[in-house]
């Protein structure tokens, strides 16, 4: 059974950092490529990142270029999502997801809550 | 990456058809037929219900169906069943590997 399981949300500072993981079990990891997508409170989903299986292939949407940073570990069957220079709008439930084919995602995880706020 | 443009919410009664509009631009539904469908029950993840704007991933039921016109995507839910109750978003390939999600609707099941 294919299972996401992230975590490292927590309630962070308006500038701060927080470092997500997702670990992934039930499928071959490096054969696919993972997105990071994010849903603010009472809202719609977000796309946030996406990374090639082998670990290239990196995109961000323009809200978090330059502040974040997608990476993974195959050996460990494992996703990051480094957040920097965090603001009050990134508090979002953020879900890993892994891509089905080239244009949507077939499994995500249960999501991880960050909270920014002073 | 302006989000794609879905009704707040619709509804009908249990056995009738509801379809669920998702509205894009040239630059998104209308350049590519990569438009995908998630349900999301509360409290819940998403989960895929239709990809590349008309197939059904494997499980998921026939009444589920998608389409795609010019910039406009749909999802047509057939014979409405309580459990159908969910929010639903769309998603579409943007270019330049990127994807835009549009705001969500929720389907209530009267």
């Known amino acids: 059974e294919v299972q996401l399981l992230e975590s490292g949300g927590a309630l962070a500072q308006p500038g701060g950092s927080l470092r997500l993981s997702c670990a992934a079990s039930?499928?071959?990891?490096?054969?696919?490529?993972m997105h990071w997508v994010r849903q603010a409170p009472g809202k719609g989903l977000e796309w946030v990142s996406r990374i090639g299986g082998s670990g290239g292939s990196i995109y961000y949407a323009d809200s978090v270029k330059g502040r974040f940073t997608i990476s993974r570990d195959n050996s460990k069957n494992t996703l990051f999502l480094q957040m920097n220079s965090l603001r009050a709008d990134d508090t979002a439930v953020y879900y890993c997801a892994k891509a089905f084919d080239s244009s949507s995602f077939d499994c995500w995880g249960h999501g991880t809550l960050v909270t920014v706020s002073s | 990456q302006s989000a794609l443009t879905q009704p707040a919410s619709v509804s009908g009664s249990p056995g009738q058809s509801i379809t669920i509009s998702c509205i894009g631009t040239?630059?998104?539904?209308?350049?590519?037929?990569?438009v995908s469908w998630y349900q999301q029950l509360p409290g819940k993840a998403p989960k895929l219900m239709m990809y590349e704007s008309n197939k059904r991933p494997s499980g998921v039921s026939d009444r589920f169906s998608g389409s795609k016109s010019g910039n406009t995507a749909s999802l047509t839910i057939s014979g409405l069943q309580p459990e159908d109750e969910a929010h639903y978003h769309c998603c579409s390939y943007a270019g330049s590997s990127t994807w835009v999600f549009g705001g969500g609707t929720k389907l209530t099941v009267l």
């Open positions: 040239s630059s998104d539904i209308g350049a590519y037929n990569l």
């Open positions: 039930g499928f071959i990891f490096s054969n696919y490529a």
